[in-house]
């Protein structure tokens, strides 16, 4: 029965994980006054990429060709290690967080690598700018899971989820909350979304996640993206586990309860793209600043409380 329920779970966050941005694309239109796409629409826009060639800039080396797969595989493996309904990942060991953080940061050290293979400025400057964000988002997460262990008094993150519940939220309202907002900025952040940046713009000077794949195409395109949905899954998960944290032990109404919560946290998202603006990328680094202070003071708060 585990191994249904693990094979349930693989299967559902592999086969839905494209709806979750195609949600946030659908509320941002209507927020527009648009009907907008189907929510449907970036499972066919995959399909499409898959079934076309690939084309190589002529100064790429080995490098950029085995990124886009490479990219893909970390970031599908980190996302098997994420519990899904109450059920253990794929994995589940004391601090497999720190593993999930491991696979996504070897994913984005491929794909700065890929982009400077490329020997593109355009693409290096994208870059660059990755890595430089990267080293103010990463603290945020850590912060955020050492204040969510000392809260359950857990180190795996099913052991966190486990024990998150409204009861838990009851006795720790404030620190919960304020969790909750770091980790939400950072999803923004690590997913390429308004108001850290913006997947569907084409000014190469402003991008930064698009303009490290502008050279890559067909399958290659196809697994960039597909890794950017399975990313925003995994970050989403953290903040809908701690938004909806029920547990009533039967798995299907707690799947339901935990895609509910993707489906709110993806809300949430499209909002926040339909009422901010995009932030000039010098104060970038200063959203990500004050999340991190977020946590931090959740952590303070935490550890004066015991």
Not at 195 to 220: A, K, R
Not at 257 to 274: C, H, K, N
């Amino acid at each position: 029965m585990e191994n249904i329920k693990i094979f349930f779970q693989i299967l559902v966050i592999f086969s839905l994980a494209p709806i979750l941005p195609g949600i946030i694309n659908r509320v941002k239109a209507k927020f527009a006054g648009r009907q907008g796409r189907s929510i449907f629409q970036l499972y066919f826009d995959l399909y499409k990429l898959i079934n076309r060639g690939m084309v190589y800039p002529k100064v790429s080396g080995i490098i950029f060709k085995m990124a886009a797969p490479s990219v893909l595989a970390f970031t599908a493996a980190s996302a098997v290690i994420m519990p899904f309904g109450g059920q253990s990942g794929l994995l589940s060991f004391s601090g497999d967080f720190l593993l999930i953080a491991y696979f996504l940061a070897f994913s984005r050290f491929l794909l700065i690598l890929s982009a400077m293979d490329t020997s593109s400025a355009f693409e290096g400057m994208g870059a660059s700018r990755e890595a430089q964000f990267a080293v103010f988002a990463e603290p945020v997460f850590f912060m955020s899971m050492l204040t969510l262990s000392r809260i359950t008094g857990e180190t795996s993150v099913y052991g966190i989820f486990s024990k998150l519940s409204p009861d838990l939220w009851i006795q720790n309202a404030p620190v919960l909350s304020l969790i909750t907002g770091s980790l939400f900025i950072l999803l923004l952040c690590e997913s390429s979304r308004v108001p850290f940046d913006d997947p569907d713009t084409h000014l190469e000077l402003t991008m930064i996640h698009e303009v490290m794949i502008l050279d890559n195409s067909g399958t290659d395109l196809a697994f960039m993206l597909y890794a950017s949905y399975l990313k925003f899954w995994i970050y989403a998960s953290f903040v809908s586990a701690i938004i909806l944290p029920r547990h009533s032990d039967f798995f299907f109404s707690d799947s339901f309860i935990y895609m509910s919560g993707l489906f709110f946290t993806s809300v949430a998202a499209g909002v926040t793209e339909s009422i901010m603006a995009r932030v000039r990328l010098l104060r970038v680094p200063q959203f990500l600043l004050a999340a991190f202070s977020i946590s931090v003071m959740a952590f303070v708060f935490q550890a004066v409380k015991g």
